[in-house]
Nanobody, 124 residues
C-alpha cells in the first residue's frame, strides 16, 4: 500500500490546516491508522490514531483539544484537522497503517507503509 499525505503548508499561529492521507490503488478501510510528525533534529513522534471503524481515537497530549482525526472509508482516506496551530507544531507529518499490536497506539514500531510526509510550518 502506498500512502500519500497532503494538505500541509505555511500558516500563521492560530490558523488551521487539514491533512489528508490517501491510499490510491489500495485500501486502508480495515486498518487502524496513525499520524506522526518529525521536526528537524527530533525523533518521530505520535500525534493521533484512529481505529478502523472510527469508534476509537487517540491523541498526544500536546495536540489534544486542537487536532481532530477522522476517516472516510468510502474514500479510503484519513484526515487530520489541525486548529489553533502553534509554532511548535512545525514538522513533517506522516500517516501510516497500524500493522502490529505489540505496543499501545502510539508505538511507532507497530506502524508501516509510511507515506512521503507533508510539511507543516507555523509562523509566529
Amino acid at each position: 500500500v502506498q500512502l500519500q499525505a497532503s494538505g500541509g503548508g505555511l500558516v500563521q499561529a492560530g490558523g488551521s490546516l487539514r491533512l489528508s492521507c490517501a491510499a490510491p490503488g489500495g485500501t486502508v478501510s480495515t486498518y487502524a491508522m496513525g499520524w506522526f510528525r518529525q521536526a528537524p533534529g527530533k525523533e518521530r513522534e505520535f500525534v493521533s490514531a484512529i481505529s478502523w471503524n472510527a469508534v476509537s481515537t487517540y491523541y498526544a497530549d500536546s495536540v489534544k483539544g486542537r487536532f481532530t482525526i477522522s476517516r472516510d472509508n468510502g474514500k479510503n482516506t484519513v484526515y487530520l484537522l489541525m486548529n489553533s496551530l502553534k509554532p511548535e507544531d512545525t514538522a513533517v507529518y506522516y500517516c501510516a497503517i497500524r500493522r502490529r499490536y505489540n505496543g499501545d497506539y502510539a508505538y511507532t514500531q507497530d506502524y508501516a507503509y509510511w507515506g512521503q510526509g507533508t510539511q507543516v510550518t507555523v509562523s509566529s
